[in-house]
Nanobody
Framework: QFVESGGGLVQPGGSLRLSCVAS????????MAWYRHGPPEQRELVAK???????DYADFVRGRFTISRDDAKNTVYLHMNDLKPSDMGVYYC????????WGQGTEVIVSS
């Protein structure tokens, strides 16, 4: 199970921190990821983080977003800086490999 939070309305150039609490599996060794569902109505990978905090990012967020995890809290974070209107959408966390059982997501709105 994944429970995302932290979204909201922010002005262009602003920041948000998304959180995702995971449960029901052994969190520590699992590669986790954040996905975005936005126009044109498709879900795309934003960032991933593996055991040992090995990270990778989609080109459209590289340098602005940072993914992190707290294995003691079964939580993965997405720190979002310099937000743009094109970043808008509903953000979900899930497994990087074979994502399943999507949560409700958390919506990010970037508007002045």
């Amino acid at each position: 199970q994944f429970v995302e939070s932290g979204g909201g309305l922010v002005q262009p150039g602003g920041s948000l921190r998304l959180s995702c609490v995971a449960s029901g599996f052994n969190f520590r060794p699992v590669t986790m990821a954040w996905y975005r569902h936005g126009p044109p109505e498709q879900r795309e990978l934003v960032a991933k983080i593996a055991l040992g905090d090995v990270t990778d990012y989609a080109d459209f967020v590289r340098g602005r977003f940072t993914i992190s995890r707290d294995d003691a809290k079964n939580t993965v974070y997405l720190h979002m800086n310099d937000l743009k209107p094109s970043d808008m959408g509903v953000y979900y966390c899930n497994f990087f490999y074979s994502p399943t059982n999507w949560g409700q997501g958390t919506e990010v709105i970037v508007s002045s």
